[in-house]
């Protein structure tokens, strides 16, 4: 049974700093390329940043040089740091795992709120 289980979600003043992590199981962890995806009211699902199995980053233009996406295989979790966090950042954001010729997973989500 696969599962994408995120943690650190939160409330956080504009211009604060934020982890998330999530923790994965059931797949092979270090071949799948991660990713966290971010879903705010009224709006399509984005892509934030992704890793892929070789470690190599990509994010989306609103968020570099805030973010960084990491992961390590040993513990199978992928980590988001964000930092200088902004209103417009508040969304449900979502873990997410793709390998080719595989399924794709999603985790549940975990809130996080920027506001004063």
């Known amino acids: 049974q696969v599962q994408l289980v995120e943690s650190g979600g939160g409330l956080v003043q504009p211009g604060g700093s934020l982890g998330l992590s999530c923790a994965a199981s059931g797949i092979f962890f270090r071949f799948y390329t991660m990713a966290w995806y971010r879903q705010a009211p009224g709006n399509e699902r984005e892509l934030v940043a992704e890793?892929?199995?070789?470690?190599?980053?990509n994010y989306a233009d609103s968020v570099k040089g805030r973010f960084t996406i990491s992961r390590d295989n040993a513990k199978k979790m992928v980590y988001l740091q964000m930092s200088s966090l902004m209103p417009g950042d508040t969304a449900v954001y979502y873990c997410?795992?793709?390998?080719?010729?595989?399924?794709?997973?999603w985790g549940q989500g975990t809130q996080v709120t920027v506001s004063s």
């Open positions: 997410y795992a793709r390998r080719v010729g595989e399924n794709v997973y």
């Open positions: 890793i892929t199995s070789g470690g190599m980053p």
